[in-house]
Nanobody
Framework: QVQLVESGGGLVQPGGSLRLSCAAS????????MGWYRQAPGKQRELVAT??????NYADSVKGRFAISRDNAKKTVFLQMNSLVPEDTAVYYC??????????????WGQGTQVTVSS
């Protein structure tokens, strides 16, 4: 099993910044892709950003404003969010893909952290 602990959400004014963190722990052989998704009220969960090795991928709506990074030694993924707008308001979920000790693939979700952008 893998546990994901997210932190860093909160209330911020438009134009402000937040940094989300997600730390992985548990039993796995290796972490592959790490990423962030979000779900606004009444909408489907959508991809925000992913990172696999040094390769990153972003939703068009956050390109140039958000930056995803990872610390492999700490098994942690970060999401730096700048120039936030009200449309970024959502619950943000961490997602991690791992290779298990049995060399199978598994995917895990964090519990979610609320980000609210409002004046």
């Amino acid at each position: 099993q893998v546990q994901l602990v997210e932190s860093g959400g909160g209330l911020v004014q438009p134009g402000g910044s937040l940094r989300l963190s997600c730390a992985a722990s548990g039993s796995f052989f290796r972490i592959d892709a790490m990423g962030w998704y979000r779900q606004a009220p009444g909408k489907q969960r959508e991809l925000v950003a992913t990172i696999t090795g040094d390769s990153t991928n972003y939703a068009d709506s956050v390109k140039g404003r958000f930056a995803i990074s990872r610390d492999n030694a700490k098994k942690t993924v970060f999401l730096q969010m700048n120039s936030l707008v009200p449309e970024d308001t959502a619950v943000y979920y961490c997602n991690v893909g791992v290779i298990t000790p049995y060399f199978t693939r598994a995917n895990y979700w964090g519990q979610g952290t609320q980000v609210t952008v409002s004046s």
